[in-house]
């Protein structure tokens, strides 16, 4: 009998689905940011962020910027303890620099230590991709039943959500990824707004999010905006929502709402379904469907 499947994921979501999926306990190594569920955090970090820690998103946003211009890594993969756990399986991604380790830097790093690990990339765009990504990981791990099980229970909750919104106006909503500078939304934070009831503004789905300015948001004449994010949580949410009305950056009289953008909206993991839940229920709160607490604010209207 061979040794127990070892894996190592380099994405918060895959880490999500893999315990979803039940091969929580093959999961050896994961990310800094690989919180959900809380058993992840026992498990060993393999990579960490390069920025530096407390800075406001206008400086996130700078040293990003500078750090992808010279061509800098913005993680730290530890070869060293990916080579001591000797990985079967490792999962990650070529989507995006700034979300995690980009798949280059992994076969580099296997490459140079001799491991013989297979790499699994994982590059959902939209929903549907997302929820197939889930069927990717279960076919890697063995667990192909319970990935379609997944899938078809998250599918539900979508199409109850689609018929407790049918016929209902869609409302003009505007995502905001990111706060200093302002960031129209992409990939599938488009496709959930519309599944919700809404109709998404500046964001396309399927693309990648866009820097964009307080201006054009105005001029898109959204009737919600909703912050969320790119790597908070809702108190962190709350905060950056605050700061944004306080300064007067949007037209008066919008509802503001603030959603926990790491756990269902920024990260393309099962709980993706409560953030498509969550903004049906904000964008149509008579429509049977119960707004969790835990996962979206309204922020008071200004005096």
Do not use: N
Not at 183 to 204: D, N, Q, S
């Amino acid at each position: 009998m061979g040794r127990p499947l070892k894996i190592v994921s380099l994405l918060p979501s895959a880490t999500e689905a893999l315990f979803a999926l039940g091969a929580g306990d093959s999961v050896v190594g994961v990310t800094f940011e690989c919180d959900y569920p809380p058993q992840a955090r026992t498990r060993r970090v393999v990579s960490t962020s390069a920025l530096p820690e407390g800075l406001p998103p206008a400086q996130i946003d700078a040293v990003v910027a500078a750090r992808m211009a010279a061509g800098e890594d913005l993680y730290h993969l530890d070869e060293g303890a990916l080579s001591g756990l000797d990985p079967d399986l490792v999962v990650t991604q070529d989507l995006c620099a700034v979300c995690a380790v980009d798949v280059s830097v992994v076969d580099d790093a296997l490459s140079y230590l001799g491991c013989r690990a297979q790499v699994l990339t994982l590059d959902p765009q939209d929903l549907e991709q997302v929820l197939g990504s889930f069927v990717q990981l279960g076919l890697a791990v063995g667990r192909e039943d319970a990935a379609q099980a997944l899938v078809a229970g998250l599918r539900s909750r979508l199409d109850a959500v689609e018929v407790a919104v049918r016929g209902r106006r869609r409302v003009p909503t505007m995502v905001l990824e990111w706060t200093d500078p302002p960031f129209a939304p992409g990939h599938w934070i488009p496709e959930m707004v519309t599944r919700a009831g809404g109709m998404p503004v500046l964001g396309r789905a399927g693309e990648r999010s866009k820097r964009t300015t307080w201006e054009a948001v105005a001029a898109a004449a959204p009737e919600v905006v909703v912050c969320a994010p790119c790597g908070y949580d809702l108190p962190g949410s709350v905060s950056l929502a605050e700061a944004v009305v306080a300064e007067g950056r949007l037209p008066r009289g919008v509802p503001v709402w603030a959603v926990d953008a790491s756990a269902s909206f920024a990260r393309p993991g099962p709980r993706l379904v409560e953030g498509v839940e969550a903004l049906a229920a904000l964008l149509h709160p008579d429509a049977g469907i119960r707004l969790d607490s835990r996962r979206a604010h309204r922020l008071p209207d200004p005096a």
